[in-house]
């Protein structure tokens, strides 16, 4: 269960950067209100997580998700340059989180 909730805490760290982005500063209402949702409910999952994931395993976890999903969402949704370079070392992020989940 502690991995499942540190997947989705993961993901939600995705949405909170992305929210955060579209908050101009939080001079915008909806997405600075997204983003404290999202930060929150993520912060809270990776703390729960930490209960039963080593902190440096669950932490790395975390942000490599949350590193990669807002880079592909930069990529496939923002316009942001999606080149063989960038999508390499995305795997080896990608890479990284897998090999602290087996090993740990």
């Known amino acids: 269960m502690a991995w499942l909730v540190l997947v989705i805490s993961g993901l939600l760290e995705t949405a909170w950067a ?13 997405p600075s209100l997204v983003f404290l949702v999202t930060v929150s409910l993520s912060m809270a999952g990776l703390a729960y997580s930490m209960r039963h994931i080593p902190v440096g395993t669950a932490y790395a976890v975390w942000v490599g998700i949350g590193a990669v999903g807002t880079a592909l969402v930069g990529m496939v949704a923002l316009g942001e340059p999606a080149n063989v370079p960038r999508l390499l070392c995305l795997l080896l992020v ?4 897998i090999g602290l989940k087996v090993f740990s």
Not at 18 to 30: C, E
Not at 94 to 97: D, H, L, M, P
């Open 94 to 97: 990608v890479a990284g989180v």
């Open 18 to 30: 992305i929210a955060l982005d579209r908050t101009a500063g939080f001079t915008r209402l909806v």
